[in-house]
């Protein structure tokens, strides 16, 4: 079959490159794609939110299964024209991927089916939104309800920084019309466990743990980034910890969804907190998550069209997903100055020197120009790698990473720190 990804960054290289893996698939094609993807897929120059561009491919191409990486052409309903064109495409229909297009319509579903999460309110008057803020008190966090590219999230430890959020977000507009409404939410303590599972709507199959680093420097320091390395199981979310997981978010969210005439296929992503009191719900993402996927993804051993495929005939029940024993760790490596402004067009060296027994270099922000590759983003590299632990998939990561030199690259020296000490 001819398979088209939708997307541009690390998370669509590592699906490519799966799909590259299965019987099943003839040809993949990613739109936009990056110089990575370029090296193992045909790369159209469509935009992932360009809808009617990417309809008028799949059909003049006769593609036969699209797979939806980011949130935005899901939330714009992507799945749904593709869909009423005969065109199987995998993941949410705009109605579902509203979980995560609206933080508000997430916690109104989350209240009603009683999924454990943070205590909140959701405003869309300004001086209501200010007087929760003293009523709730600090730390609060303070959310944009619509997409904000991840950085419509502020972690408040003083009540005039939550006061500051909410009027940048309700009367400056600084997430447009993402911030119409806010949601105010109590600060949870733990530690982070991102879980993302298959689900075909009524079967809800959890994938393996993975932890992602959100912070940009060391020691989980710097400012919110979207994502500075992942890896994968999280050690923290135990087998008692992952029924709870199963029983009281998952199973109920999908439900609930559905009751809400919702119906959710796809791949759902719970952003968990694992406090004292048990797991509770940060954020549902509509997706793979980026950089999860790309250590997820390299300990699936199940072909992942078939997956798809059980899916979308409602099967998920009767397939065995299989997981590799071994832990993976994925190491983002950035632009100099991310997440705040950096430069682009860096050359890239020593990409050819890295064993692919050792590590899989995933691209995000990168082109390639007449062979070479070019820094082209945030974050530009995902340097991949498994191990019997976490500890030794760490060290074949940075190892890899040791070989590979741009101009003023960043990157984090203490991935996977929780998991090893
Ligand atoms: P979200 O996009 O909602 O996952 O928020 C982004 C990040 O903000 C999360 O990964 C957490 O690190 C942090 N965060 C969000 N909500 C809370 C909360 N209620 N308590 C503590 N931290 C939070
Ligand atoms: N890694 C966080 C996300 O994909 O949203």
Redesign the pocket.
């Known amino acids: 079959m001819k398979v088209l990804v939708i997307g541009a960054g690390g998370r669509e290289h590592a699906l490519v490159w799966k799909l590259q893996q299965s019987p099943k698939v003839e040809k993949v094609f990613c739109a936009p794609g990056n110089g990575g993807i370029a090296q193992i897929a045909q790369c159209v120059d469509i935009k992932d939110t360009d809808v009617e561009g990417l309809l008028e491919f799949a059909v003049n191409e006769k593609i036969d299964l699209a797979i939806v990486g980011p949130e935005a052409p899901l939330v714009a309903g992507v799945v749904d024209k593709f869909r009423e064109k005969g065109l199987r495409a995998f993941g949410p229909s705009q109605r579902a991927a509203e979980i995560e297009g609206s ?1 508000a319509l997430a916690k109104d579903i989350m209240e009603k089916y009683q999924i454990p999460t ?1 205590k ?1 309110a959701t405003f869309t008057d300004v001086e209501k939104a200010l007087n929760y803020v003293d009523e709730l008190g600090v ?1 609060c ?1 303070v ?1 944009a309800d619509g997409l904000a590219a ?1 950085k ?2 502020v ?1 408040a430890e003083d009540v005039e920084t939550a006061k500051k959020a909410v009027r940048e977000m309700m009367e400056d507009k600084a997430f447009g019309s993402a911030g119409d409404k806010v949601v105010i ?5 733990g530690e ?1 466990v991102s879980i993302l599972a298959f689900t075909d709507g009524k079967t809800v199959v959890p994938m393996v743990s993975s932890q992602d680093h ?1 912070r940009a420097f060391d020691g989980d320091q710097g400012p ?1 980034t979207g994502g500075m390395g992942a890896y994968s199981p999280a050690p923290i979310y135990t087998e008692q910890i992952e029924q709870i997981v199963m029983e009281q978010v998952l199973k109920p969210t999908i439900q609930g969804l559905a009751k809400e005439g919702r119906d959710y296929t796809g791949v759902i992503y719970a ?1 968990l ?1 694992i406090t004292e009191e048990g797991p ?1 719900v ?2 549902f993402n509509a997706r793979f998550g980026d950089p999860e996927t790309q250590p997820v993804l390299m300990r699936l051993e199940t072909d992942l069209v078939e997956i798809i495929e059980a899916i979308e005939q409602e099967k998920l029940d009767e397939i065995e997903i299989k997981w590799s024993k071994e832990a993976a760790v994925c190491v983002v490596v950035a632009s100099g100055g991310y997440p705040g402004s950096y430069e682009k067009g860096k050359l890239i060296t020593g990409l050819d020197q890295v064993d692919e027994n050792e590590a899989i270099v995933f691209h995000a922000g990168t082109k390639a120009v007449e062979g070479k590759i070019y820094t082209n983003g945030g974050r530009v590299l995902g340097i991949t790698a498994k191990g019997d632990t976490v500890a030794e998939a760490v060290k074949s990561a940075y190892k890899a990473i040791d070989v590979i030199k741009f101009e003023k690259m960043q990157y984090r020296k203490d991935i996977a720190h929780r998991a090893i000490d």
């Open positions: 933080k943070a909140a730390p966090v959310k991840g419509g999230v972690v939410e109590e600060f949870l303590r982070e959100k919110n952003g907190m509770k940060l954020e």
